[in-house]
Protein backbone atom coordinates (compact mmCIF):
# COMPACT_ATOMS: atom_id res chain seq x y z
CA UNK A 1 0.00 0.00 0.00
CA UNK A 2 1.46 3.36 -1.07
CA UNK A 3 2.31 5.94 1.76
CA UNK A 4 0.40 8.88 1.23
CA UNK A 5 2.70 12.29 2.22
CA UNK A 6 1.94 14.44 5.65
CA UNK A 7 0.12 17.49 4.92
CA UNK A 8 2.11 21.08 6.14
CA UNK A 9 -0.98 21.07 8.68
CA UNK A 10 0.23 18.08 10.82
CA UNK A 11 3.68 19.85 11.26
CA UNK A 12 2.08 22.77 12.45
CA UNK A 13 -0.56 21.11 14.82
CA UNK A 14 2.18 18.94 15.85
CA UNK A 15 4.53 21.72 16.10
CA UNK A 16 8.27 20.30 17.17
CA UNK A 17 6.88 16.73 17.83
CA UNK A 18 7.07 16.73 14.20
CA UNK A 19 10.75 17.12 13.80
CA UNK A 20 11.48 14.75 16.04
CA UNK A 21 9.39 11.87 15.19
CA UNK A 22 9.53 9.66 12.41
CA UNK A 23 6.41 9.10 9.67
CA UNK A 24 4.50 6.90 11.40
CA UNK A 25 5.03 8.05 14.68
CA UNK A 26 3.70 11.66 13.38
CA UNK A 27 0.64 10.01 11.54
CA UNK A 28 -0.19 8.04 14.95
CA UNK A 29 0.14 11.09 16.75
CA UNK A 30 -2.12 13.12 14.61
CA UNK A 31 -4.69 10.53 14.59
CA UNK A 32 -4.04 10.61 18.77
CA UNK A 33 -4.48 14.51 18.60
CA UNK A 34 -7.61 14.66 15.85
CA UNK A 35 -9.53 11.96 17.93
CA UNK A 36 -9.76 14.51 20.96
CA UNK A 37 -9.85 14.38 24.41
CA UNK A 38 -10.40 10.93 26.29
CA UNK A 39 -14.19 10.73 27.37
CA UNK A 40 -13.26 10.10 31.30
CA UNK A 41 -10.48 13.37 31.16
CA UNK A 42 -13.94 15.33 30.11
CA UNK A 43 -15.77 13.89 32.85
CA UNK A 44 -13.23 13.89 35.43
CA UNK A 45 -13.17 17.80 34.30
CA UNK A 46 -16.48 18.57 34.75
CA UNK A 47 -16.15 17.18 37.92
CA UNK A 48 -13.11 19.49 39.11
CA UNK A 49 -10.76 16.18 39.20
CA UNK A 50 -6.67 17.44 38.97
CA UNK A 51 -4.48 14.83 36.73
CA UNK A 52 -1.14 14.65 36.88
CA UNK A 53 1.87 12.66 34.61
CA UNK A 54 4.44 11.27 36.71
CA UNK A 55 7.81 9.95 36.03
CA UNK A 56 9.71 7.73 38.40
CA UNK A 57 12.01 4.96 39.02
CA UNK A 58 13.05 2.40 41.69
CA UNK A 59 15.64 3.07 44.07
CA UNK A 60 18.05 1.06 43.61
CA UNK A 61 18.03 0.78 39.63
CA UNK A 62 19.25 1.58 36.43
CA UNK A 63 19.81 5.13 36.21
CA UNK A 64 17.86 5.58 33.01
CA UNK A 65 14.84 3.22 33.13
CA UNK A 66 11.80 5.27 33.97
CA UNK A 67 8.51 4.70 34.52
CA UNK A 68 5.62 7.37 33.01
CA UNK A 69 2.27 7.08 34.23
CA UNK A 70 -0.98 9.15 35.26
CA UNK A 71 -2.77 9.98 38.18
CA UNK A 72 -6.21 11.59 38.72
CA UNK A 73 -6.82 13.24 42.07
CA UNK A 74 -5.44 16.08 44.51
CA UNK A 75 -2.17 14.11 44.93
CA UNK A 76 0.22 11.92 42.62
CA UNK A 77 2.64 10.85 45.57
CA UNK A 78 -0.70 8.78 46.77
CA UNK A 79 -0.35 6.63 42.99
CA UNK A 80 3.61 6.59 44.05
CA UNK A 81 2.93 4.80 47.44
CA UNK A 82 0.19 2.62 45.66
CA UNK A 83 2.91 1.19 43.39
CA UNK A 84 5.49 0.90 46.44
CA UNK A 85 3.06 -1.37 48.54
CA UNK A 86 1.82 -3.11 45.32
CA UNK A 87 5.26 -3.88 43.69
CA UNK A 88 7.47 -3.69 46.71
CA UNK A 89 10.00 -1.29 45.36
CA UNK A 90 11.34 1.66 46.59
CA UNK A 91 10.58 4.07 44.03
CA UNK A 92 12.48 7.74 43.24
CA UNK A 93 9.40 10.33 42.16
CA UNK A 94 11.54 12.26 39.55
CA UNK A 95 8.95 14.48 38.56
CA UNK A 96 5.44 15.46 38.37
CA UNK A 97 3.11 17.91 35.59
CA UNK A 98 0.02 18.80 36.38
CA UNK A 99 -2.11 19.09 33.26
CA UNK A 100 -5.90 19.57 32.17
CA UNK A 101 -6.28 15.88 31.07
CA UNK A 102 -4.10 13.53 32.26
CA UNK A 103 -5.40 10.17 30.33
CA UNK A 104 -5.05 12.32 26.97
CA UNK A 105 -1.77 13.53 27.62
CA UNK A 106 -0.38 10.17 28.43
CA UNK A 107 -1.46 8.67 25.36
CA UNK A 108 0.56 11.13 23.22
CA UNK A 109 3.76 10.98 25.07
CA UNK A 110 3.66 6.84 25.44
CA UNK A 111 2.60 7.10 21.11
CA UNK A 112 5.85 9.49 20.59
CA UNK A 113 7.98 7.70 23.22
CA UNK A 114 7.00 4.46 21.59
CA UNK A 115 7.99 5.82 17.98
CA UNK A 116 11.88 6.11 19.08
CA UNK A 117 14.00 4.19 18.34
CA UNK A 118 15.43 1.93 21.61
CA UNK A 119 13.50 4.27 24.52
CA UNK A 120 10.14 1.86 25.15
CA UNK A 121 11.26 -0.83 26.90
CA UNK A 122 7.58 -3.06 26.33
CA UNK A 123 6.13 -4.70 28.80
CA UNK A 124 7.59 -6.02 31.54
CA UNK A 125 6.73 -8.09 34.26
CA UNK A 126 6.59 -6.88 37.87
CA UNK A 127 9.92 -8.30 39.82
CA UNK A 128 10.12 -7.42 43.27
CA UNK A 129 14.25 -5.87 44.62
CA UNK A 130 14.85 -9.37 45.61
CA UNK A 131 13.71 -10.96 42.38
CA UNK A 132 10.65 -12.45 43.99
CA UNK A 133 7.47 -11.91 42.06
CA UNK A 134 6.46 -8.44 42.86
CA UNK A 135 3.19 -7.92 42.43
CA UNK A 136 3.27 -10.01 39.18
CA UNK A 137 1.74 -7.32 36.93
CA UNK A 138 3.20 -6.23 33.67
CA UNK A 139 3.76 -3.17 33.31
CA UNK A 140 4.13 -0.82 29.85
CA UNK A 141 5.59 2.12 30.67
CA UNK A 142 8.50 1.86 31.15
CA UNK A 143 11.12 3.86 29.22
CA UNK A 144 15.23 3.60 28.78
CA UNK A 145 16.20 7.29 27.88
CA UNK A 146 17.96 10.31 29.80
CA UNK A 147 16.20 12.59 32.36
CA UNK A 148 16.53 14.93 29.39
CA UNK A 149 14.87 13.66 26.54
CA UNK A 150 11.84 12.47 28.93
CA UNK A 151 11.12 15.92 29.91
CA UNK A 152 11.42 17.28 26.40
CA UNK A 153 8.55 14.71 25.73
CA UNK A 154 6.59 14.91 28.29
CA UNK A 155 7.04 18.53 28.84
CA UNK A 156 5.84 19.46 25.43
CA UNK A 157 2.55 17.35 25.48
CA UNK A 158 1.65 18.88 29.04
CA UNK A 159 2.18 21.77 27.36
CA UNK A 160 0.51 21.24 24.29
CA UNK A 161 -2.74 19.70 26.43
CA UNK A 162 -2.69 22.47 28.96
CA UNK A 163 -2.48 25.34 26.32
CA UNK A 164 -5.26 23.38 23.85
CA UNK A 165 -8.10 22.37 26.78
CA UNK A 166 -10.11 24.93 25.58
CA UNK A 167 -9.52 24.21 22.47
CA UNK A 168 -10.13 20.53 22.51
CA UNK A 169 -13.14 20.58 24.40
CA UNK A 170 -14.92 23.38 22.37
CA UNK A 171 -13.48 21.19 19.18
CA UNK A 172 -14.57 17.41 20.36
CA UNK A 173 -17.32 16.89 17.82
CA UNK A 174 -15.06 18.35 15.10
CA UNK A 175 -12.13 15.83 15.77
CA UNK A 176 -14.36 12.80 15.05
CA UNK A 177 -15.01 14.11 11.65
CA UNK A 178 -11.26 14.86 10.87
CA UNK A 179 -10.06 11.40 12.16
CA UNK A 180 -12.69 9.77 10.06
CA UNK A 181 -11.31 11.99 7.47
CA UNK A 182 -7.84 10.97 8.00
CA UNK A 183 -8.33 7.62 8.48
CA UNK A 184 -9.73 7.47 5.09
CA UNK A 185 -7.05 9.42 3.44
CA UNK A 186 -4.70 6.84 5.19
CA UNK A 187 -6.46 3.85 3.02
CA UNK A 188 -5.90 6.03 -0.56
Not at 89 to 102: G, M, S
Request: charge should be positive.
Amino acid sequence: MPQTEIPDEIYDLLGAAAKRCDKVTRENLFICVMAGVVDDDLKESSEGKQGWIYIYRHKPGKPNEFKIGKHVGPNPRVRIRQWEKKCGHKIELVRTWEVAFARTTEQLIETELKGMDDVWLGQRECRGPDGSSGCGAHHREWYKASKQKLFQVISYWVDYTNNMAETLLLSRKCTKLAISDAQQNRRG
